[in-house]
C-alpha cells in the first residue's frame, strides 16, 4: 500500500513538472512577441490626422515611447475610430425629437459615404472636440434643442456650461462643424441653443461648414429641416473635395439588426423598466429619467362639472418612503403608455405576432439600442415607441418597398417627392394621420415591425407643473391635467398618451396596497420660485390648468403666513385665473375662496370668458388694472405667467410693456429693457406650453 502511494507521488511529481516547463516556456515566448509587437506599433507614431481607413480600435495605444501598453481610447475620437466612422452627430434633446433628427441625419450622411454616428452630446467630453481634427475630413453635426426660456436640453447642460464658462480656454481650431437647432417661435429666446453654441464655437476658433439651419415647432418644422438640408449634403462633399454621390434611389441603411429570443425565461425579458432589469420590483433610490419611481396614484377625480363636456384631473402620487424631494413650481415626469387598442390594430395591420420577444442590436461599434431588450413587440410598441406623433417623410420612404399594391407605392413616393411638400402636408398634417391611420389607410403595405420600429421615435415621458407644495403635502405630488381628446377631420378620435391612459386608471384600493395602480415618474428641478422673501409681492397669472403650479405657491405662501414673526409682514399675493364658465370648469374654486378669507390670497381676478356675450380674458382683467400692475412692479414685485405659450403669455408680455411705457412714462426701448430685467432677476417668470 505504501510502495503504491510513493510511486503514484512520484508520477504526479512528474507530469507537475512537465506541465510547469510547459507554462514557463508559453510564457517567455509570449512575452517575446508582445515586446516586438509593441516596439514595431511605437515606431509606426501618430502626428497629423488619421486617414479613415486607419483609424481602427486596435491602432490605438496610451502613449508614443517603446513598449507602452494597449488601452481603448473611450473619448469621441477613439469611438469613431473603432466604428471607423469620420462625423460626430451630436444631439440635445428633451422630448427625443432632436435625437429623431440626429438619427436620421447620421443615416443619410452614411448615404453619402461620409461615415457618420450618432451619439448623445452627454456621453462625450467637451474637450474632445478639440481632438476631432485627427481624423482627416472629420466634422462635428450638431442638433441642438432649446428647452424651455432659451435653457439648454438636460442631457446639453454640461457641455452648455463648459462652453459659457470663463475659464474655459480651448482650441477648436481643427473643428469643423454643421448646426440645426429646433425651436418654437412663441417662445421669445427662439432657437438660443444653437445660436449660442454657434457662437461660441466660432469664438474658440471652429469652423462651420454650413448655413446655420433653424426648425420651428410652432410652424412647420419637416418642412424647415427638409428645406434647410437640400443642398447640405453636395456642400459637404465638395468642402472635402469628395464626389457627391447620386442617393436619388439609394435607401437608407438600417442601423440595427433584429436578433429573436425564441426560448428565453420571461424573467429575462424587459416589461417597461427604462434602464435596469426588474427595475420595477426592485426599487431603489435615487429616482430619475433612466431609474423612475413607480408610484401609487392615491387620487385621481374629476375637476369640472359634466356640463363642462370635457376632462381635467387632480391626481394624487403617493411618495412616502422613495426619498423623493420637491419644491412648488417643479415638475413631475410620467411614463404612461400607449393605448393597448391602438397597438393591437397596428399588429394586425401587418399581421405582426407581439408577443414575440425580439430584440435590436446596433450594427456599428459604439451604436446605441434605443430601448431595452429584449422584450415583446407589444411591450416595445406601449412602453418604447412613439406610435401617436405624425410620421415624418423618411419613415414614410421606408414604406414604399413593402407596398404590395404599386398604386400605394407611387402614392407614398408623390407624397415623400421633393414636389409633395403640399399633398404631405394635406394628407398626414392636416388630416392628423399617425402611423397606425397611415397603415389602414394602406392595406398593401406589410412592413416588418422591427424594420418600422427602428424609424418611428422614442416614446417620452410627459411634463406636468406640480399642484402641490411639499409645505402642504410632503407625502404626495400633485398634478392637474386637462385631458387631451379630439375628432380628426378624417373622423378618427384621438386623446393625448398620457392623460388617456389617467383618465382609464383610477385607484381600486389603497395608495401602497397591491391593487394600487401605479405610474412611474420623476422630479425634474425647475427655476420656477417664489421669492426668498416672504415680504416681496407676488403676481400670477394662470388661466385654465395654467392655475397648477400657483396651487403650489399659495399653499407655500399659507405655510410662511403661519410662521411670520411678530411686526413681519406677508407681501402681497394676487392671483388671475381664467376659465370658460363660472359653473362648469371653475377648478380648485373652493380652495382659492378659503385663502381668500384667510388672507393668504390679497386678491382674486376671474374671467369667465363665456359666461356673458363678450368674451373675457384675463389679459382683459391685467388691462383694466394696469395702474395697480405699475406699483406692484415699483414695490418690487415677482410676476409668473403659467399656461398656453402660443398667444395668451404673449398678451400678457406686451401687456406689461405697455403698462411699464404708459405708466412709468417711458420710450418703447426703455420699457422693453425694464422687462428684460426684471427677466434677469429672476423677477419675471414663465411656465407655459405650446
Not at 344 to 360: R, Y
Not at 667 to 688: C, G, H, M, N, T
Request: glycine fraction near 8%.
Amino acid at each position: 500500500m505504501a510502495d503504491s502511494t510513493v510511486a503514484a507521488a512520484a508520477a504526479e511529481a512528474e507530469a507537475l513538472l512537465d506541465l510547469t516547463d510547459m507554462v514557463v516556456l508559453s510564457l517567455v515566448l509570449g512575452g517575446l512577441v508582445y515586446v516586438l509587437w509593441s516596439r514595431r506599433d511605437a515606431s509606426r507614431g501618430a502626428a497629423g490626422p488619421v486617414p479613415l481607413a486607419t483609424a481602427r480600435a486596435g491602432n490605438t495605444h496610451a502613449g508614443g515611447g517603446g513598449g507602452a501598453t494597449a488601452k481603448k481610447d473611450n473619448s469621441l475620437v477613439g469611438k469613431l475610430r473603432a466604428a471607423e466612422k469620420r462625423v460626430a452627430v451630436l444631439y440635445g434633446s428633451q422630448t427625443g425629437t432632436a435625437e429623431d433628427y440626429a438619427m436620421r441625419i447620421a443615416k443619410e450622411g452614411n448615404l453619402y459615404g461620409l461615415g457618420c454616428m450618432c451619439v448623445d452630446i452627454e456621453d462625450i467630453e467637451p474637450e474632445d472636440l478639440e481632438r476631432l481634427g485627427e481624423i482627416e475630413n472629420s466634422f462635428a453635426f450638431f442638433v441642438l434643442a432649446t428647452y424651455g426660456e432659451g435653457e439648454p436640453t438636460d442631457n446639453a447642460q454640461e457641455f452648455y456650461d463648459w462652453l459659457n464658462d470663463d475659464s474655459t480656454d480651448a482650441d477648436l481650431a481643427s473643428l469643423n462643424y454643421v448646426m440645426f437647432g429646433l425651436g418654437n417661435r412663441t417662445y421669445e429666446h427662439y432657437n438660443a441653443m444653437a445660436r449660442i453654441v454657434d457662437e461660441k464655437l466660432a469664438k474658440f476658433g471652429a469652423r462651420r461648414l454650413y448655413a446655420r439651419g433653424e426648425g420651428d415647432d410652432d410652424g412647420n418644422l419637416e418642412d424647415d429641416f427638409v428645406t434647410w438640408k437640400e443642398d447640405l449634403w453636395a456642400g459637404v462633399c465638395e468642402h472635402f473635395g469628395l464626389p457627391v454621390p447620386d442617393v436619388s434611389n439609394a435607401r437608407v441603411e438600417r442601423s440595427l439588426k433584429l436578433k429573436l429570443y425564441p426560448s428565453i425565461p420571461e424573467s429575462g425579458v424587459f416589461t417597461g423598466e427604462m434602464g435596469k432589469l426588474h427595475a420595477f420590483k426592485n426599487q431603489r433610490p435615487p429616482y430619475n429619467a433612466k431609474n423612475p419611481y413607480l408610484a401609487p396614484i392615491a387620487v385621481n377625480r374629476e375637476l369640472h362639472a359634466p356640463a363642462s363636456g370635457r376632462s381635467c384631473l387632480h391626481v394624487e402620487l403617493e411618495i412616502e418612503g422613495s426619498r423623493i424631494k420637491y419644491e412648488a413650481g417643479d415638475h413631475v415626469a410620467l411614463y404612461c403608455t400607449n393605448d393597448p387598442a391602438a397597438v393591437q390594430a397596428i399588429g394586425d395591420c401587418l399581421g405582426a405576432d407581439l408577443d414575440e420577444v425580439f430584440g435590436l442590436q446596433p450594427v456599428d461599434v459604439g451604436g446605441k439600442v434605443p430601448f431595452p431588450c429584449p422584450t415583446t413587440y407589444r411591450t416595445a410598441l406601449l412602453h418604447y415607441i412613439d406610435i401617436t406623433t405624425l410620421p415624418r417623410t423618411h419613415v414614410l420612404k421606408e414604406l414604399i418597398d413593402f407596398a404590395g399594391d404599386p398604386a400605394e407605392a407611387d402614392f407614398l413616393r408623390g407624397l415623400v417627392a421633393k414636389e409633395g411638400k403640399g399633398q404631405f402636408h394635406q394628407w398626414v398634417v392636416e388630416s392628423q394621420r399617425d402611423i397606425l391611420a397611415v397603415l389602414q389607410a394602406l392595406p398593401s403595405v406589410k412592413v416588418p415591425l422591427d424594420h418600422l420600429i427602428e424609424f418611428l421615435p422614442r416614446l417620452q415621458c410627459r411634463y406636468y407643473s406640480i399642484s402641490s407644495s411639499p409645505k402642504a403635502h410632503p407625502r404626495s405630488i400633485h398634478i392637474t391635467a386637462a385631458v387631451v381628446q379630439y375628432a380628426t377631420p378624417t373622423g378618427r378620435e384621438v386623446g393625448g398618451v398620457a392623460t388617456t391612459w389617467l383618465s382609464r386608471h383610477r385607484p381600486a384600493g389603497a395608495a401602497g396596497g397591491a391593487a394600487a395602480v401605479r405610474v412611474p415618474m420623476y422630479v425634474r428641478k425647475s427655476h420656477f420660485r417664489l421669492p426668498k422673501q416672504p415680504a416681496k409681492p407676488v403676481l400670477m397669472i394662470g388661466p385654465g390648468t395654467g392655475l397648477a403650479p400657483f396651487r403650489g405657491f399659495l399653499q407655500d405662501r399659507a405655510a410662511q403666513r403661519s410662521k411670520l414673526s411678530e411686526g413681519a409682514t406677508m407681501g402681497e399675493t394676487i392671483l388671475y385665473f381664467g376659465c370658460r364658465n363660472r359653473d362648469h370648469d371653475f377648478i380648485y374654486e373652493e380652495e382659492l375662496r378659503g385663502w381668500e378669507r384667510d388672507g393668504t390670497l390679497s386678491k382674486l381676478y376671474t374671467a369667465f370668458s363665456r359666461d356673458q356675450q363678450e368674451k373675457v380674458y384675463v389679459t382683459h382683467l391685467l388691462k383694466q388694472n394696469k395702474a395697480e400692475v405699475w406699483r406692484l412692479l415699483e414695490a418690487g414685485a415677482h410676476v409668473y405667467v403659467c399656461g398656453d405659450g402660443q398667444q395668451m403669455s404673449h398678451d400678457v408680455h406686451r401687456i406689461l410693456i405697455d403698462t411699464v411705457r404708459e405708466l412709468g412714462d417711458m420710450p418703447e426701448k426703455k420699457a422693453d429693457a425694464y422687462i428684460k430685467d426684471l427677466q434677469l432677476k429672476s423677477r419675471y417668470q414663465q411656465d407655459v406650453w405650446g
